[in-house]
T-cell receptor, first 118, second 114 residues
C-alpha cells in the first residue's frame, strides 16, 4: 500500500497555544485527505475532509475555526488545533485517498499524532 | 450518529481458537472494510468487501456481508498472540464521486492469550 506520514508523532503543549500537525502522502498524489480524532478506548471519528486547493468540509459538531485544515498540495495537508485546551487532547489520525492504485479509492492511514494539552 | 456498532466490545480467547466479531451499520454502502489497530498506533487495512459480495477470504480472515441486515462479520481463524489488537469495521460511501468517506464502528478489543 501507499505510505502516509504524520509529523509530529506526539506533541505536548500548554493550554492556549496552537499546534500544527502535518500529513504527507509520500509516494502518491492524494486528491483527498481525511482527518480523524480518536479518544482513548474509542473509535475514530471523522472530523473533516479536505480536497487539494479547496476548503475543507467539516463533520457536524466540529468547529472549523478551531481545527484549521489546509490542503495546499497533493501530498500535504495540515491540521492546526488553535487555542488548544486539555479536552482537545486526543490521537489525531489522517488518511489520504484518491490514489489510482485502488479502484475503490482506498484510504491510506498515517501513524497518528498523540496530542496532550496541559 | 451514523457510527456503526460492533460486538462484542471485548473478546478474550486462547491461541489457536477462532475469533468472530460482528459489525452493524445504518446506511447504504459502497463497500465495508475491516481495520486493525495495535494500541496507540495507526490503522492497518485488513480486507474490503464490496456491497455486491457476500463473503471474502484473505489468509486466516473471512468476512461476510449481509446488506439486507446491514451487518458484517470478521472471522479470524487459528488466532495467534500477535492478533491481539482492536478491530474496526468501516463503511464507505461515495464522497463527491471520488474517495469514499469512511464511517467507523465502535471497535472490538481482541486479546489472544498465549
Amino acid at each position: 500500500g501507499a505510505v502516509v506520514s504524520q509529523h509530529p508523532s506526539r506533541v505536548i503543549c500548554k493550554s492556549g497555544t496552537s499546534v500544527k500537525i502535518e500529513c504527507r502522502s509520500l509516494d502518491f498524489q492524494a486528491t483527498t485527505m481525511f482527518w480523524y480524532r480518536q479518544f482513548p478506548k474509542q473509535s475514530l471519528m471523522l472530523m473533516a475532509t479536505s480536497n487539494e486547493g479547496s476548503k475543507a468540509t467539516y463533520e457536524q459538531g466540529v468547529e472549523k475555526d478551531k481545527f484549521l485544515i489546509n490542503h495546499a498540495s497533493l501530498t500535504l495537508s495540515t491540521l492546526t488545533v488553535t487555542s488548544a485546551h486539555p479536552e482537545d487532547s486526543s490521537f489525531y489520525i489522517c488518511s489520504a485517498g484518491g490514489s489510482r492504485r485502488s479502484s475503490y479509492n482506498e484510504q491510506f492511514f498515517g501513524p497518528g499524532t498523540r496530542l496532550t494539552v496541559l | 450518529s451514523q457510527q456503526g456498532e460492533e460486538d462484542p466490545q471485548a473478546l478474550s480467547i486462547q491461541e489457536g481458537e477462532n475469533a468472530t466479531m460482528n459489525c452493524s451499520y445504518k446506511t447504504s454502502i459502497n463497500n465495508l472494510q475491516w481495520y486493525r489497530q495495535n494500541s496507540g498506533r495507526g490503522l492497518v487495512h485488513l480486507i474490503l468487501i464490496r456491497s455486491n459480495e457476500r463473503e471474502k477470504h484473505s489468509g486466516r480472515l473471512r468476512v461476510t456481508l449481509d446488506t439486507s441486515k446491514k451487518s458484517s462479520s470478521l472471522l479470524i481463524t487459528a488466532s495467534r498472540a500477535a492478533d491481539t489488537a482492536s478491530y474496526f469495521c468501516a463503511t464507505a460511501r461515495t464522497y463527491s464521486g471520488a474517495t469514499n468517506k469512511l464511517i467507523f464502528g465502535t471497535g472490538t478489543l481482541l486479546a489472544v492469550q498465549p
